[in-house]
């Protein structure tokens, strides 16, 4: 079969419009559109606040602590004698406990504000609680401080954390056992947190009904029940939340109306103890919802099956239209995480089987970062999203009367709409003699290869001896500052002046010359006149030459003419002047502006020959031209 009908096969081969394939749909747009819209409500509501109220539960938990290790530090023979008489453990003796318990008052509130080793912390703060529980007076904060402590104990710190800031650099650092430790915490903050959250609830519950005297457990059983936190409230009241509890229905709702109800019940005394435990908990189970086993799970589980459609690939019906998304930059990626949660079947070519962050470039370029740091595999994005499909190729043709794009000469993909975000490439204003003395910085590879010429031209002047061409060696010139010049100029600076400043014996790399060269009157001319101002200021700090309404004349082998006059002899020439959009106008024979932009309306639809729009395909990012919106 040639390779061109096995894409058609697997493509959308069928000739209904769009509008009749959505029409086929079980569920109205309405009804989709609706729904979708309700539960990101509910999902990107129920996660926006967390990582705060994460800093400030595990803040207040480790006051309540402190507050407790500090009074035991200013009395310790009162610590000792409560160690000894009131709560004495049976396995320690009491100068023993004390000083435990006292070490974890005070260590432990430290690791849990910072988030820093805050899995041991916290479960070790949780067997404090249930020690003190079991041998001291039993109280509610006990138990509901010891709950939270356990769960966070398997579900870790939010993502203002030492823990969740190191967790990235440690998973792929060469330490032993690293990855696996991370992973394994990834696992209980997935899996095992959940379970830890559906067994807290049945708890809860149990204490409602043992509140509302539906159930009569032993006196000795109650010492273990939160009961008292819903001291006040009616019989039914606390039936119907051990329902909600029970089966796991409505977190969010179930927080919200318990809120306002318990601290209400607390201001006109129902209380025996007031306390911020509860409240505590209520932002838990708002934020990280009831967990395994509980309705809201199965609710969404059924909307994302029927409704929402996360689907395998195999069980897409061919009904669902087919989008393909030409290039996986911030454009592509972009449409892809927006469109996938529809009832679509998408396809996302790329040339490369990686997405890469270009504003990262120059720091690879400039040796600060390793290629594998800002290269993330597109196809392990989209793992979980049955309706991607990631194909690596490279588009070189498309027919729009067909609806068919052509990808590594002779493969072709049939689509119902298409998205081109192909990016752009260097452009040397139609002088591309200049490109083997000027390289780019687009790719990787550019990256590497710059990075090897600035460091390549450090380790020759050391061996030169002559100083006419050490001078030309220790000369970098930037052609263009745009952010990416003014981002590479700096980075050169410091990597002469501080990096490799102490390294070399025959030449002082701190003398090299840095110069930056813009043909405007300012330096980042898309940016407010401030901001230039400020970085034209750090840059000069770092001793970087600033030439603006410099034109570049020409550029040959070691040497770099501005103007008419001005000659600047150097090795080394880095290009980060123009740039040239991909060939997608050529490709679809549209229009296109000076940089070779597709031109396409305010909704991102390209324009024909004619200005008029093309229904199915759609251009974004770096590769249209779009006036639709003006920086405002
Ligand atoms: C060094 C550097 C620094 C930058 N710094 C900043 C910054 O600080 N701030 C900022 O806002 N912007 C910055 N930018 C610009 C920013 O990176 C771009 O605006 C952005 O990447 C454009 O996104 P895009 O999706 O349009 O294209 P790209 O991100 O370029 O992605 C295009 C994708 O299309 C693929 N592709 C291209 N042709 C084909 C083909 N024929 N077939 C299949 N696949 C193809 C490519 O492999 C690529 O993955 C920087 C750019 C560079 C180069």
Redesign the pocket.
Known sequence: MPRSAQQSAAGATAPKTVAQKLQEERYPPFVRVTMRRWVKWYLDGTEAFWPFSDVAIRFLIAMWFLRSGLVKLNNWDGAVFLAANEYPVGWMDPVSAATTGLAIELIGPALLIAGFMTRPAAMTMAALTIVSQAVYIPTTSNLIAGAILIWYAFHGPGVISIDRAVAGGIKQSALPLARPAIVASEFARERLAPVIMAITRVWIAVSLLNHAQLIQPSVAVQTWLPTTIFAGFPGWLAVIFAGLFLTGFGAVIVSYTLFPLILAYMIIGAHPAVTLFPFLFLGIYEAKGAGFLSLDRAILAWLDKNILFDRAYADIPERWPHIVI????????AAVTKLKRLPVRITL????NY??F??L??QIATATLNPADIATPIRSMFKGDGNVRVIK????AINPAARTVT?DQDCTLFYDRLVL????THSYFGRDEWRPYAPG??TIEDAVAVRGEILNAFELAEAAGDPARVERLLTFVIVGAG??GV?LAGAIAELAKVSVAREFRMIDPASARIILVQSGPRILPSFPESLSQRATRTLENLGVEIRTNSRVTEIAEAQVRIGDDTVIETETVLW?AGVAA??AARWLGANDDRSGRVLVNDLMRVLDKDGKPIDDIFA????AGSNAWNGD
């Open positions: 030409v290039g996986a930059g911030f454009g592509g990626l070519i790329d040339k490369r997405h890469l270009q504003p470039l120059y190729g490279e588009v070189n990808f975000a192909t990016g752009a910085l687009k952010p990416t981002e980060a991909s060939p974004i990012g770096d590769t």
